[in-house]
């Protein structure tokens, strides 16, 4: 492996892996060969700079403490060093002076939720600052960057300003709609301060500085230097300087162009000794991965390419370059967004020259050349046009594809580049693609009844997911919690919901229904005969064509292979019991039984049949009047599912905990585990 390779590997190893792991990967050293002692010297030096980077929070965890620093974009940088307050609103830049209580960021707690961790690892902050109080502030005078801001919007439309302030500055916060347009386009990346940018700027500036002769390269460094400061350092653009300044540093030295793969290994080893937690971040992947696409696939393609007629080779190329970047892209945006736009290289192949003349007339406005508004103000219109027109186009929805999906997919994309750089046979590359397509789809060949109790605090939502795609959600957890339940379902790949089902009408589970309503297509909602019939959910129900199935004690229901048993209510009961309207479920698979109880007092558990179930979800949160020895002892459960949150109700109680542990089954508590995934095999056919 060539040294430059090498080193950036080494890099790479020390900032994913940290400290204890990676002392381990040095071990990998021997079968790198000449590049042996360069990844040893990457991953040295990666090591320290972990050291040299600590987490200055560690051990302030739950504690309360005042803070004082700059406050810029929603975070604040003490001596200490940098945390994420939660002020909401959130108050202008200035200078402020807080306390609160120091807290971990969060993991998610649930598939497809947002992860606080790594987000805010990718920035280098380590604490959130919770229940804020503002001792001091002081605002802050005018800085460049807002006096660019401002110069930029002046005489522009404000959704071109916005664009400007976001394609030159990376300041997002005026997008509004605008940003979720882009990304549902698949144009999302040309938000991102990048190499695009940096391209831009340096050749504007060769151009301009070209009677200089090679002065012009440490002069247009200079300026490349100022564009990082006044638009901040972004793990993208951050990449793209180091890789240009690399580039720059080549020509005037007379060694000439330095070529892409090398100017990247070399910036990916700088920017990680400068910044190792920079790898956490989402613009660090995408940007990295974007180049080594373009490095990998564009030059076979662009030989491929080089015998048509110029138009179409050009319209080619352009294409080409699309598909490069972002081929090594396509699992981790379904990982985060779980969307890939099917027209995205259409839609980049027209924005890319909206772009190329918008970026410089957009320089040339922040440095006060005025006849650029025009123009600028035409660009921006139709590059928005175009985000918006191809946002309505087809998309793939797809699941997050795990680590195992990472991995096939890697090998497909490893294939297919061997092949078009010559080192595997043709005929071969659509085999091993074949073979990482039939490993995807293996664990199909073995269906399971999966069960997914959702996190949604203190509610309850239970997902059921069966062999050929029958899917059904029973609840949607409180109003607040809809939006996470969504989240959860596209994180999963449901793109529609055979059945909903409210089991009664408590705003801790029915409050999110709305937001389900919203996200995915329900094929019909299953109520109790005692629900109200003028619910908020089954009103919006309605208004979507939605049917409505009533039930009750005795009802039975087939949904695909699932057979649904309805166990209460009864005709009648008393007024004033809510809880004892709950529908309780017992759902069958292949020999496989799971028992919903809603929030079914106990005293009426009693009153159910023997109702064997290998999975069972606590009535009521856990609480003591619920999930009684009697429904237990009938059940015989392995697992019983807990949907709990914070709460003042004691919940889940102590003895409802004792009774399950008696009853030799295994509490799993959303409050201490987020969600919770079991799955269920058949019964074997001889049984």
């Known amino acids: 492996m060539p040294p430059v390779y090498a080193l950036a590997l080494g890099s790479l190893a020390a900032a994913w892996l940290g400290l204890p792991l990676g002392l381990w990967a040095a071990a990998a050293a021997a079968i790198l060969g000449r590049g042996r002692w360069a990844y040893l010297l990457g991953l040295g030096v990666g090591l320290a700079s972990v050291l040299l980077h600590p987490n200055p929070y560690a051990g302030d965890y739950g504690r309360t403490a005042v803070l004082a620093g700059p406050y810029r974009q929603g975070f604040l940088y003490p001596a200490r060093g940098p945390v994420y307050p939660e002020l909401f609103p959130r108050p202008a830049d200035g200078w402020l002076r807080l306390e609160g209580r120091l807290v971990r960021p969060r993991r998610p707690r649930n598939p497809g939720g947002f992860d606080q961790a790594a987000w805010l690892a990718g920035r280098g902050v380590a604490a959130l600052l919770r229940e804020v109080r503002v001792r001091d502030r002081r605002p802050a005078p005018p800085d460049l960057r807002e006096r660019a ?31 979720r347009r882009f990304q549902r386009a698949g144009l999302a990346h040309l938000l991102a301060l990048s190499g695009l940018h940096v391209g831009v700027l340096l050749g504007f500036m060769l151009l301009a500085l070209y009677p200089l002769g090679r002065l012009r ?4 460094l200079l300026a490349l230097v100022g564009y990082l400061a006044l638009a901040g350092p972004s793990p993208s653009l951050v990449r793209a ?3 240009a300044a690399a580039g720059l540093t080549a020509l005037y030295l007379g060694r000439g162009r330095l070529a892409a793969a090398p100017a990247l290994a070399l910036a990916a080893a700088v920017q990680l000794w400068l910044t190792p937690y920079a790898i956490h971040s989402l613009s660090f992947q995408l940007s990295y991965l974007a180049v080594a696409g373009l490095v990998v696939f564009l030059p076979p393609l662009a030989r491929a390419l ?24 396509v699992p981790l945006l379904l990982d985060r967004f779980h969307l890939l736009p099917l027209l995205a290289p259409l839609a980049n192949l027209l924005a890319y020259p ?4 918008f970026l410089p007339l957009a320089f040339l406005k922040l440095a006060g050349v005025g006849w650029a508004t025009a123009p600028l103000a035409w660009l921006g219109n139709a590059l928005a046009g175009v985000a918006g027109a191809f946002a309505a186009g087809p998309a793939l929805a797809w699941g997050s594809p795990g680590p195992s999906g990472y991995g096939l997919y890697a090998l497909a994309l490893l294939a297919v580049a061997l092949a078009l750089w010559g080192r595997l046979a043709p005929a071969r590359a659509p085999a091993v693609v074949a073979l990482a397509v039939g490993l995807a789809l293996l664990p199909g060949a073995f269906p399971v009844l999966e069960v997914w109790q959702l996190d949604v605090g203190e509610g309850h939502a239970t997902l059921i997911r069966a062999p050929g795609g029958v899917e059904a959600l029973i609840d949607a957890g409180p109003e607040w919690a809809g939006r996470r339940v969504a989240d959860a379902l596209r994180a999963l790949g449901v793109d529609d919901l055979d059945l909903l089902v409210l089991t009664h009408p408590d705003r801790d589970h029915t409050g999110g229904a709305g937001a389900v309503l919203a996200a995915v297509p329900v094929g019909a909602v299953l109520v109790s005969r005692l629900h109200p019939g003028d619910d908020a959910p089954l009103r919006r129900a309605r208004r979507l064509g939605v049917r409505i199935l009533p039930a009750g004690y005795g009802d039975r229901l087939r949904l695909g292979p699932l057979s649904i048993g309805v166990w209460n209510p009864p005709p009648r009961v008393p007024a004033g019991e809510d809880n004892a309207k709950s529908l309780v479920l017992r759902i069958g698979w292949r020999g496989r039984h799971v028992l919903v109880l809603g929030d079914l007092p106990r005293r ?80 074997p056919s001889w049984r």
């Open 604 to 683: 009426l558990e009693d009153r159910l049949p023997d109702l064997p179930s290998e999975v069972v979800v606590a009535g009521h949160h856990g609480a003591a009047n619920g999930t009684g020895q009697t429904v237990l002892a009938r059940a015989r459960p392995r697992a019983v599912l807990v949907g709990v949150g914070p709460n003042p109700f004691g919940h889940p109680s102590p003895a409802t905990l004792e009774r399950i542990a008696k009853a030799g089954a295994w509490a799993y508590r959303t409050d201490r585990l987020g969600a919770v995934r079991v799955t269920l095999a058949p019964y």
């Open 149 to 179: 801001a401002r110069r930029l919007a002046q005489g522009l439309p404000p959704r071109v300003a916005a664009l400007a302030q976001a394609m030159v500055l990376g300041d997002r916060r005026g997008l509004g709609e605008l940003a």
């Open 354 to 357: 909206l772009v190329a003349l």
């Open 306 to 329: 080089a015998r048509p007629p110029a138009p179409w080779r050009w319209a080619g190329l352009g294409l080409a370059t699309t598909l490069a970047a972002q081929a090594p892209l």
């Open 217 to 220: 390269y440490p002069l247009a």
């Open 241 to 243: 300087g180091l890789m």
